[in-house]
């Protein structure tokens, strides 16, 4: 059977604060990973990510290894994973392209991974002139924002796909506002005075999620199997697998395994995994001047054009009591900063402390308390993911203010 491999380019181990701890196709983009994405557009596994030697041993549960093999066999697929395809099969060809670049190619002939190690090699330059080109639909991301840039249209999109078997009644005691669809699993859970609000786009909630009365689910919105939404506001998000969401909520991406369990503001932003977010953390998500907002890259800072934009939230990121956080903040991950006083727009990977004092966090510790919380879901820091992370550790970026 063919299989897929995912390939991070150069540009996408660019994307922080996620690429430093997670291949990029393990991300989310609209409804779904971008791994799942390709999956359901081609048909086919997954068998792993061509990325940064650093993130080999990467584990998490259901997703795909780190290639280690020094060849992609023959007749498999490499998709770059800056390309986000519909979920609708993709066109028949063993060329696949949008917007004149090459988002996938199938190949002829054996590839040794080496040529991919360092990201630089576009698979334009790997498919041979001759052979047929075909189509596909999607979107590329060229920066980590436009994650949430193309969040509302891409969840339109996806959950009518994805919920296309379900039913579509209303739940007994809930309130039902708009047109757009309204998708329950078997098995997910609603308590009266929810209101689904799909006037501007649809709802889908997968078997095990719960929404808690007084809940205002504002589409499109996606809340994935195991999480948890309460009585507040949650307007355009993707909310995926084991997340506990409280507080009000616009324009947002949990990755997974999140905590946002208390009052306050996020809007604009997306959450790695095992991010947690003190009670009353607040984002601000537009400038007081209504300008155009800035982001930190690792190419320096970068003008992005929007005007909405909150906190780039990295895998294991903290956050303390009533910490604010202003327009266009990253934090690193493995951060943990708290105080009443606003940090930087960037705090760099495994900062530790508030503003005026971050100093570098104690790997050990850091170690220590990811397997506390991760245990608390039923997970385990295995041995290879302790590796991995220390691999990121000794690769984290700096950032000077």
Not at 214 to 232: A, H, Q
Not at 365 to 370: S, T
Request: charge should be neutral.
């Amino acid at each position: 059977m063919s299989a897929i491999y995912l390939y991070d380019d150069a540009r996408a181990r660019t994307f922080e604060p996620f690429a430093l701890t997670r291949p990029i196709g393990e991300t989310r983009a609209g409804a779904l990973l971008i791994r799942e994405r390709w999956a359901h557009a081609l048909g086919l596994p997954v068998t792993g990510h061509i990325t940064s030697t650093f993130l080999t041993g990467f584990e998490e549960p259901g997703a795909a290894p780190v290639v280690e093999t020094e060849e992609v066999p023959a007749g498999a697929w490499v998709v770059n994973t800056r390309f986000a395809p519909m979920l609708v099969p993709a066109s028949t060809g063993d060329v696949l392209t949008a917007d004149g670049r090459v988002a996938a190619l199938r190949l002829d002939k054996p590839l040794k991974t080496s040529l991919l190690r360092d990201g630089t090699v576009a698979l334009d330059g790997l498919a041979p002139a001759a052979r047929e080109r075909t189509n596909v639909r999607g979107r590329w991301l060229q920066d980590v924002w436009e994650y949430i840039v193309h969040l509302p249209a891409m969840l339109t999109e996806d959950i009518p796909v994805l919920g296309a078997a379900l039913s579509q009644e209303t739940p007994a005691g809930t309130v039902r506002i708009g047109d757009h669809g309204l998708f329950i699993e078997e098995g997910a859970v609603v308590e009266p005075q929810v209101c689904f609000d799909l006037s501007a786009g649809p709802v889908l909630l997968r078997a095990g999620s719960h929404v808690m009365a007084f809940t205002r689910l504002c589409g499109p919105v996606y809340v994935g199997s195991g999480s948890t939404v309460t009585t507040d506001r949650i307007a355009i998000a993707a909310i995926g697998d084991v997340c506990k969401v409280h507080g009000e909520v616009s324009n947002v991406i949990f990755i997974g395994h999140a905590n946002k369990g208390h009052e306050g503001f996020v809007g604009h932003s997306m959450l790695g995994r095992w991010v947690n977010l003190g009670a009353g953390t607040i984002t601000s998500n537009l400038k007081n001047t209504y300008g155009t907002v800035q982001l930190w890259t690792p190419e320096g800072i970068r003008e992005t054009g929007m005007q909405f934009l909150g906190t780039m939230f990295g895998d294991h990121a903290k956050t303390g009591i009533g910490l604010k956080l202003t327009t266009g903040t990253v934090i690193g991950a493995g951060a943990n900063v708290y105080g009443t006083v606003m940090p930087p727009k960037a705090v760099a990977p495994w900062g530790w402390g508030e503003a005026g004092s971050l100093a570098a966090y104690r790997v050990e510790k850091f170690l220590q308390v990811a397997e506390r919380m991760m245990a608390r879901r039923h997970v385990t820091l295995s041995d290879s993911s302790k590796k991995q992370l220390l691999a990121s550790y000794e690769r984290r970026w700096r950032f000077e203010s």
